[in-house]
């Protein structure tokens, strides 16, 4: 099986929203981030004031697109705008850092992030910070691997990559003999 594609999530991947969001609330941002939460008027004031469009890059983020843009594998993005209410919204901001930044990879900006699942195949990965994102995009059949370091994330993919080629491999030599 040769990897069809790779997915890069954005936000804690890329880009840096929880610095922006705490230099705005002196708070972390993950309790708003919970599934099914209802969001405050803080995250109506992030989206309103275009922050998604000047994040700074996420630390290691830069490290990880010069090493991704190295393997022969189609990139895409895959991000979540954070719900319906605000989707077009986030999506444009969203697209305007890719532009900003020189990234022209086709941008799959979905309305939640339980639907990036939805992109699983078993020749897909993604790179996520989100871990029931990555559970659940690991139980829908693709490679999902979580992101917290990015010597880590480079490692496990490398791994991933590696296991791929020496499935190949064997596959060649079983069937020459």
């Known amino acids: 099986m040769k990897i069809q594609k790779l997915y890069l999530d954005m936000d804690g991947v890329l880009s840096d929203f929880g610095k922006r969001y705490k230099e705005m609330w002196k708070i972390e941002p993950n309790p708003q ?89 078993p020749d897909i990965i993604l790179i996520d910070d989100t871990q029931d994102v990555i559970d659940d995009f690991n139980m829908a059949g693709g490679i999902g691997i979580l992101h917290k370091d990015i010597q880590q994330t480079i490692r496990i993919l490398q791994e991933v990559l590696d296991t791929e080629e020496e499935v190949l491999y064997n596959d060649k030599v079983d069937k020459t003999q």
């Not at 010069?66 to 605000?86: A, C, M, N």
């Open 33 to 121: 981030r919970e599934r099914g939460e209802k969001r405050d008027n803080k995250w109506d004031e992030f989206v309103d004031g275009n922050n998604f469009e000047t994040l700074d890059w996420f630390p290691g983020g830069k490290e990880l697109l010069q090493y991704v843009l190295t393997l022969d594998i189609p990139i895409e993005i895959l991000s979540s705008s954070g719900g319906r209410d605000h989707h077009e919204f986030v999506k444009k901001q969203k697209k305007v850092w890719l532009k900003k930044h020189y990234i022209d990879f086709p941008a799959n900006i979905v309305p939640g992030r339980a639907l990036k699942a939805d992109y699983a195949k």
